[in-house]
């Protein structure tokens, strides 16, 4: 069936680290692959997203680029900042319709 | 436009009891969800609706029903709550006019049942 998985958090990082958050997929055909980002106490909003191969989708200084060959769209930014710190979500859509399906989501704590 | 609202915020049950969790969106959407989120297992989604007047199930719709007589809501009931259900809903919808469409999230209701 179709899957997402992530890597467990939580993530701890120093502010201006660098960060990578992992995500791979499983779906049959061509998926549509976002990541969405949970403040505490909020709902979730679109960070980004990628409809086909090698796409790269980019927003407030995160980008994933969409690779097939990989299964993966990982999640990177090259300076984090306190405010960054959130729930970040790997989810795709594989067919018309809006059926999101979520990985597990990682914690990500970034410290002053 | 105000979005995706939800009602109530916070809500307390007893076990047994039922109550409706509704959802409003004022973007003219055509889909709407509800997803529950528990730690570690990411959202899951519950019931969608893919018009007014058409729903269906999600991974998880044991205990939950849906209807949509309007495009703008779609509220969720629980028809007699179980500890099981204590969990964060949410509530999304969107215009799957492409495969890129982009869902928007309502804020969330937190229900405890004991």
């Known amino acids: 069936g179709n899957s997402v998985t992530q890597m467990e958090g939580p993530v701890t990082l120093s502010e201006e680290a660098f960060l990578t958050i992992n995500c791979t997929y499983t779906a049959t055909g061509y998926p549509s692959l976002f990541w969405y980002v949970q403040y505490p106490g909020e709902g979730l909003q679109l960070l980004l997203k990628a409809t086909k191969a090698d796409d790269k989708g980019s927003n407030k200084g995160f980008e994933a680029t969409y690779r097939k060959e990989t299964t993966s769209f990982h999640l990177e930014k090259g300076s984090v900042q306190v405010s960054d710190s959130a729930v970040y979500f790997c989810a795709l859509i594989y067919n018309q319709g809006g059926k999101l399906i979520f990985g597990q989501g990682t914690e990500l704590s970034v410290k002053p | 436009n105000a979005g995706v609202t939800q009602t109530p915020k916070f809500q307390v049950l007893k076990t047994g009891q039922s109550m409706t969790l509704q959802c409003a969106q004022d973007m003219n959407h055509e889909y709407m969800s509800w997803y529950r989120q528990d730690p570690g297992m990411g959202l899951r989604l519950i019931h969608y609706?893919?018009?007014?007047?058409?729903?269906d199930q999600g991974e998880v719709p044991n205990g939950y029903n849906v209807s949509r007589s309007t495009t703008e809501d779609f509220p969720l009931r629980l028809l007699s709550a179980a500890p099981s259900q204590t969990s964060v809903y949410f509530c999304?919808?969107?215009?799957?006019?492409?495969?890129?469409?982009?869902?928007?999230f309502g804020p969330g209701t937190r229900l405890t049942v004991l």
């Open positions: 609706s893919v018009g007014a007047g058409i729903t």
């Open positions: 999304a919808s969107s215009d799957p006019g492409t495969r890129t469409d982009t869902q928007y």
